[in-house]
């Protein structure tokens, strides 16, 4: 244990219930390579896993209460419930029991923090900030809810002043963090489980973006309408970026070539930068323009940041090409809302102009289904034939009446071109059917689907 962390003085062992999370995982291997002796459980067992075991981290399988024996402290998921075994144990025992968003919170403390919010793009714009601050040779702690493909994790310590991480607006995860530098890319109504209304989400927002200090800076994108509502109410410095003649920073000249995207940032003093980002959609300009305030703000000079967004090659599951199967395409993407599903159609549309447009997509969570069926259907219909998943429940239980058929019911495409696929038998063989030579196959959802076509691929792909 190192003499800096004081915040932890106390703390020698970490057990986390959850911990092949996406927002787990990335903390996991931090605390582990902060000297911090780590533990965890995870009824699944994947490449996450194995990662952290190869990294010295305890993995068990199975949760029972014994496994948090000697802990100093016990973190837990959002997908764990309040039964469970460790969890319990911890508490009967007085051994402190805290969120993911409470450590990621401490850790936050000891660095300079730079917090991703928003309802779209987190992952991208965090993982972007990241990859420029250590092309900077800044050294960054960067910790993601996805896997940057050049690092193949989600989490990199690095001994330099800096924190990017994602700030989470479920279950108000965000408010536990106190950055530096805060951003805001998009405010949509969203997790309508955890907050009453949009207004009540936009309140959220409001209370994050003041929790930076009176030196600090808040970065809101000058598009989206909602923030831009809640800017007024923001008692912190900020400035925007956009496409928005009002914004600060303005996003000009952009072009796209196959999967490039070019685009010319226009300063607050006149200066014009150009970049090349290797990422396809109009989306992924705004992520990239956020990065390159944030780094322009913290004094990075414009060529190192035009270095790292060419070199940046993307974050797993965000357009990310998984293979060829008999002349058809495949991609994955994580989008699990109506707005994520049409700028990731919207951008394969304009790549593959003239190639038919396949969307595999499976819903996640009933509550969002509910609640978005028609939106889903809208954003769907941009893709020329849809081929419909069950829903993947993952912290839920089932609503009466809510099943992917609402999705469908809504889509207006013929029967032969907006297909359910029910039951989870032999997917990747009855994906593959809906499909022919030459389509452009986008999967989407943030349930297993991507298990299910990294299946497809490795038994039928070249």
Known sequence: MTGSLTTFRHVRRVHMVGIGGAGMCGIAEVLSSMGFEVSGSDLARSDVTDRLKSLGIRVFHEHTGDQAEGADVVVFSS?????????????????????????????????????????????????????????ANLSPTVIVGG??????TGASTGGGEFLVAEADEFDRSFLRLSPTLAVITTIEAEHLDTYLDLENIKDAFVEFANKVPFYGLVVACADDPHTMEILPRIKRPSLTYGRSESAAFRVIDEKYSGLSSLFTLKTPEGESIDFTLQIPGRHNVLNAAASAVIAL?????????????????????????????????????????????????????RCWPNRQLVAVFQPHLYSRTRDFAAEFASSLSLADKVVLLDIY?????????????????SLPLSKDKAIHLEGNENLDTRILREVAGGDIVIAMGAGSITNHIDKLIREHGV
């Open 393 to 409: 429940p993952a912290r839920e239980r089932p609503i009466e009446g809510v099943t992917s058929k609402l999705i469908l019911e």
């Open 79 to 135: 997908a764990v419930r309040p039964e469970n075994a460790e969890v319990r144990y911890a508490r009967e025992h007085h051994i402190p029991t805290i969120p993911r968003s409470e450590m990621l919170g401490e850790l936050m403390r000891l660095k300079r923090g730079i917090a991703v919010s928003g309802t779209h793009g987190k992952t991208t714009t965090t993982s972007i900030i990241g990859s420029i601050f250590a092309h």
């Open 297 to 349: 703000e913290t004094g990075i000079s414009p060529h190192l940041i035009q270095e790292a967004l060419q070199s940046f090659s993307g974050v797993h599951r965000r357009f990310e090409r998984k293979g060829e199967v008999k002349g058809a395409l495949f991609f994955d993407d994580y989008a699990h809302h109506p707005t994520e599903v049409r700028v990731t159609l919207e951008a394969a549309r």
């Open 147 to 152: 896997k940057v493909r050049a690092l193949g």
